[in-house]
């Protein structure tokens, strides 16, 4: 007979198999999106020695996720960019689904926080717009790891074995990377240090905290300010006057969402629309129940309901909303229902806890059916899109020759054969389509051209090749119309690419 510590491991092992397959295949088989050519491009340029800003465009964003990836980049000795970067995401992916198992576990312990836990975290993994965000070869991820992990360090008990000088610290570090990789994220790293100012201690207790958790953001900052000091206006062109600039042109070209219709559809999506209201009914339960409850659960409840509300907010206030920021608010909405459910899980509800769990295992599985479908592909590596990719690279280089410089919106394309890009264009289309509205003196400093000056660039340095076919035709006309008609052509991906080669 199998015992019931056998029967929590078997699942434990069982779900997050099917958890970790599922985003592995969800990752390989996203198409390429234009985010991750810049994203690639950052890490690789800066694995070859050159600098954000000063030496190419990189957009919208501090410059700590391309120092990351290009630290692996190079450990690696890779130039399989794209594979990288999407398993670099998909590995933070699986982290943040077993912090939440974790978190679970540790608030509601026993078989109460294996089976809610593996409950929340299938609940999280399954949502929708999760799995559309995660897997990109983009920073999201690794953001949301950085904020998930400065929970737990931040919510574990002063018995903890690790001194709470260094788990402050440590908050503060995974808060400041998070910071110096999307700016909006100043917000968390603000809620995390007002709940350290607004906690029960003895002033000067309370003072050395703040102290350790200021001293460890100055020590993380040092590498990105650094970077940016380099070349500061350069620094402020990407990161503020592009994405001001960029928020016209979604609208010309009918790709951008009205705020509140983009809320209510992502709102009345099945699995969102459970996970809130599981959520708004456990804060209400715990606030009628709040006499009773243990007064220990109370701030790490506010904290991830905070947390929540402040990524929901950070969604709306940027200027362009997108369907994947509505993505970050939902692990804190998750973790904050193990708080209010310890006071329900107890030996007399077993049975009750395992049917709850099962019920929303199977409303996560039924409600998104279409990662499971994957499934079987994960046997099909030459179909993995990073891959086909690198082989299209390949080719490309074949034709063009290694180190030879290829004109493309779409730099990974290049770079992954071993081919050279223009630095004027390692930001893909984000600062290409803008960059005629900008000042020649701001063009010179962020390294960036426009449609009207890419014939001048090509004339001054000369393509091996041009590559078409990921952007609109209106942005990449002025490239076609600097190719010789001699130039012989070359498709890929049913005809979607075009290679124009000497």
């Not at 890779?78 to 689904?97: E, P, Q």
């Not at 950085?146 to 737990?152: D, H, K, L, Q």
């Not at 999307?182 to 003895?202: D, H, K, S």
């Not at 394309?413 to 630095?423: D, R, S």
Request: with cysteine; aromatic share 12%.
């Amino acid at each position: 007979m199998v015992s019931a510590m056998a029967i929590k491991q078997i699942a434990v092992v069982f779900c997050f198999i099917v958890i970790t397959l599922t985003l592995f295949t969800s990752g390989m088989f996203k198409p390429l999106g234009h985010d991750e050519n810049m994203y690639c491009a950052a890490g690789a340029l800066t694995a070859q020695g050159k600098l954000i800003y000063r030496d190419f465009s990189y957009v919208t964003h501090p410059p700590y996720h391309a120092l990351v990836v290009a630290i692996i980049y190079k450990l690696l000795h890779t130039t399989h960019y794209l594979l990288v970067g999407r398993l670099v995401s998909i590995i933070c992916d699986c982290l943040i689904a077993l912090f939440i198992f974790l978190i679970f576990l540790r608030v509601l312990r026993n078989a109460a926080g294996v089976y809610l836990g593996l409950a929340a975290a299938v609940l999280h993994v399954f949502n929708p717009y999760v799995l559309y965000a995660g897997g990109f070869a983009w920073h999201h991820s690794l953001i949301l790891l950085c904020v998930i992990a400065a929970f737990w360090l931040y919510t574990a008990g002063d018995s903890q074995t690790v001194p709470r000088y260094w788990r402050i610290a440590a908050v503060a570090a995974l808060l400041t990377g998070a910071v110096f990789m999307r700016l909006t994220c100043a917000l968390i790293w603000l809620v995390f240090l007002v709940f350290i100012l607004l906690e029960r201690r003895p002033l000067r207790q309370k003072l050395r905290y703040i102290s350790v958790f200021l001293l460890a953001s100055c020590i993380v900052s040092l590498c990105p300010l650094y970077i940016i000091a380099q070349a500061p206006a350069a620094f402020y062109i990407d990161v503020f006057t592009v994405p001001f600039l960029n928020i016209a042109y979604p609208q010309s070209i009918g790709r951008s969402y009205d705020k509140l219709d983009l809320v209510s559809r992502v709102i009345i999506q099945p699995t969102y629309l459970l996970t809130v209201l599981l959520g708004a009914g456990l804060w209400l339960a715990a606030f009628i129940r709040r006499k009773n409850a243990d007064t220990t659960a109370h701030r790490p409840l506010i904290l991830a309901a905070v947390l929540a509300a402040a990524f929901f907010l950070i969604a709306l206030i940027i200027p362009s909303s997108w369907e994947q920021y509505f993505a970050m608010p939902i692990p804190f909405l998750i973790l904050s229902m193990a708080y209010p459910l310890a006071g329900f899980c107890t030996a007399v509800y077993s049975n009750r806890i395992k049917l709850t769990a099962a019920a929303i295992i199977f409303l996560s599985l039924v409600l998104n059916p279409d990662p499971l479908k994957l499934l079987p592909a994960v046997t099909l590596p030459s179909q993995y899109v990073p891959v086909q990719i690198h082989a299209i690279a390949n080719d490309i280089a074949s034709k063009v020759g290694k180190e030879n410089r290829v004109l493309t919106l779409a730099p990974l394309f290049a770079i992954e054969g071993g081919c050279e890009i223009y630095p004027q264009l390692a930001a893909g289309p984000f600062a290409y389509r803008i960059a005629d509205s900008m000042t020649v003196r701001e063009r010179t400093a962020a390294k960036a051209v426009g449609p009207t000056e890419i014939a001048e660039l090509a004339q001054k340095n000369p393509p091996s090749a041009i590559l078409l076919g990921t952007e609109p035709p209106q942005l990449e006309n002025p490239l076609r119309a600097i190719a010789p008609p001699t130039w012989k052509t070359q498709t890929y991906l049913d005809s979607q690419l075009t290679l124009f080669s000497n």
